[in-house]
């Protein structure tokens, strides 16, 4: 009777502490797919110095440049367990850029891109509150309705908010960018494999 109740104890407690510890192999922090654009001096760039500079500002806010190699450098400036601040020095760029004070800023004058950018940034800075992040992925994805890019970062964000509870959630917000034929498929094909290879051994969580 004893050794019932203990495991009866125990086995919730595991969990608990199996979902705190992998904290570091989450849907935010191990999905690297950065490493499918290496090719791409720029996210090289970011790979290595791991801070917002002048010039991937610049980089993230033109409009020449594609969203999958701007979700790259995203990706590859990374993360850090204690938090970084990438999103507010991209913020700060963006205010010069708009000739706005800070406080004036507004979602509606920026564009798609940067939109995502503030949000993707954001949740690699502070993966422990997606939830800070998800306004702007989802009115990014408002913007940009047919970016499969765009839709899969929100998914691993949704993901991510969802890791705490119920990891056969966080695949299911996966699996659902994953089906939509209607997404322009605007990402590697080895990037979303990287994703993909990770994010489906929440599968196995789905009965």
């Not at 969203?67 to 020095?89: F, H, P, Q, T």
Request: glycine share 2%.
């Amino acid at each position: 009777m004893k050794k019932t109740v203990i495991i009866t104890l125990i086995v919730p407690l595991l969990f608990i502490v199996l979902m705190s510890s992998s904290r570091a192999d989450s849907p935010i922090t191990a999905t690297g797919f950065y490493e499918a654009y290496l090719d791409v001096p720029i996210v090289k760039r970011a790979h290595a110095e791991g801070v917002m500079g002048l010039e991937i500002a610049e980089f993230l806010s033109s409009p020449e440049n594609p969203i999958d190699v701007k979700a790259a450098v995203i990706n590859g400036l990374s993360w850090r367990i204690d938090g970084k601040s990438n999103a507010e020095l991209y913020t700060y760029y963006l205010a010069l850029l708009y000739h706005l004070p800070l406080k004036e800023l507004d979602i509606d004058v920026l564009s798609a891109d940067e939109v995502f950018c503030i949000g993707y940034l954001s949740i690699m800075d502070d993966y422990f509150y997606p939830e800070k992040a998800l306004p702007f992925l989802e009115k990014a994805q408002e913007m940009a309705k047919d970016s499969f890019t765009v839709s899969m970062v929100l998914a691993i964000a949704k993901a991510q908010e969802a890791f705490n509870s119920d990891w056969c959630a966080a695949w299911k917000f996966v699996e659902h960018v994953l089906i939509n034929k209607d997404l322009k498929q605007d990402l590697r094909p080895e990037a979303t494999k990287i994703i993909v290879d990770y994010m489906i051994l929440y599968k196995e969580y789905c009965k």
